[in-house]
């Protein structure tokens, strides 16, 4: 079905920008069963309304059922609206909406794979929560930090680390501080102590979240993309920045544009949206995980003038952001995911992610706000 109504230009705002810079990282929806599975529907340009098809289990609470004209199917004009935002935003940028007491999504650029950074910082959480549901590891297992372990850019956690000469905090104490603070040294930290990389490669196939890659972890992701071998000495003071600007001009644009077209912790809006709604569902974790794990993303300070901004009074907004290097003007990742509360309770993923754009960062933030806001502008139509 497609919906029809004439969008709105997207309007640019005009605030500082409070940027984390720096993160850490990792294609297709998931497919449903075959009995569950609906056909696309194709609207503008390529955007795609799926119908979502997966019953809400019954344990799960949910305001509204499929008597409710909006839980079968986006309100008419929402789509419409996200295009016109989506056509009007110069450069690459991917969004997805699902409703997750519902069955429906749509998107724009859905299905291609965006840079993610420190977005990829919930899936480092989630695979250590899934391991501590099995009895892997436990929330107050301690793990100590030494001048060895530190990392680049946001790494508040690096402080303590040389003023104390090491550090010792428990996995529970490593996810607020990853989570809510976006630290990279805390984020790589829990990423070690899990089993690396390819643990949590490892959770994202058991759990068959789809277009999700997850990277090398904090200091030779961000290395590669500035065209760098990573050398220790570089956690130091501004030593990576300083070695950065000592490369040829040709050297960071080529290792720049290569992460960029194929980034090696790449993941689609739509499969995004998709974990967001199986997070939020209940269906990845424990219950008393998926209940901490939302608490601490509801406590997430990056990122207040991006989605969260453009939801009105009465909303409530969990989230997590991402944003990279910056180069001629250029950010490699500017995006941010989270789930969005009504005040009935109804309950929806929203995804936007930036992979290239001549925007400046107050028009970024404003598109963000664009989005979410036309998603409570159209709730309950």
């Not at 996200?82 to 699902?98: D, H």
């Not at 890659?213 to 220790?232: D, I, K, V």
């Not at 912790?265 to 739509?270: F, H, M, T």
Request: aromatic share 6%; charged share 20%; proline share 7%.
């Amino acid at each position: 079905m497609k919906f029809r109504m004439s969008g709105r230009p997207l309007v640019a705002l005009t605030m500082s920008a409070a940027v984390l810079a720096g993160c850490v990282s990792s294609a297709a929806i998931v497919p449903k069963p075959r009995q569950q599975q609906q056909a696309a529907v194709r609207g503008p340009a390529g955007s795609v309304t799926v119908p979502i098809g997966q019953p809400v289990p019954s344990a799960m609470p949910r305001p509204a059922g499929p008597a409710d004209p909006g839980f079968r199917r986006a309100p008419a004009g929402l789509n419409d609206r996200i295009y016109e935002l989506w056509r009007a935003f110069p450069g690459k940028t991917g969004i997805a909406v699902q409703r997750i007491d519902g069955e429906w999504s749509l998107s724009q650029r859905g299905a291609e794979l965006f840079p993610q950074q420190s977005v990829s910082k919930l899936w480092v959480t989630l695979s250590v929560l899934d391991a501590v549901d099995q009895g892997r590891m436990t929330m107050d297992q301690r793990v100590r930090i030494g001048p060895e372990d530190l990392v680049v850019f946001h790494q508040p956690l690096a402080a303590r680390v040389r003023a104390e000469g090491s550090v010792t905090m428990s996995v529970r104490d490593l996810i607020e501080t990853a989570i809510t603070h976006s630290d990279n040294l805390a984020n790589d930290s829990l990423l070690r102590t899990v089993g690396g990389p390819n643990a949590v490669r490892a959770f994202i196939a058991k759990k068959d979240l789809g277009s999700i890659r997850f990277g090398p972890g904090e200091r030779l992701l961000q290395a590669g993309t500035a065209g760098l071998t990573w050398q220790q000495s570089y956690s130091v003071g501004r030593n990576f920045e300083a070695a950065r600007s000592a490369l040829p001009a040709t050297t960071r644009r080529t290792a720049m544009d290569n992460y960029l077209a194929n980034p090696v912790d790449g993941a689609s809006p739509s499969a995004i949206a998709s974990a967001l709604t199986r997070l939020a569902r209940g269906t990845l974790l424990s219950p008393e995980s998926t209940d901490y794990l939302q608490g601490v993303l509801s406590r997430t300070k990056s990122g207040p003038k991006r989605l969260k901004a453009g939801l009105p009074a009465g909303w409530k907004f969990m989230h997590k952001t991402g944003t990279g290097q910056n180069l001629g003007g250029m950010t490699a990742g500017y995006n941010d995911i989270g789930i969005a509360t009504a005040p009935d309770g109804t309950r929806y993923a929203i995804v936007v992610m930036m992979g290239t754009t001549t925007a400046g960062i107050p028009a970024r933030m404003a598109l963000m706000q664009s989005v979410s806001s036309a998603v409570a502008e159209y709730h309950g139509r």
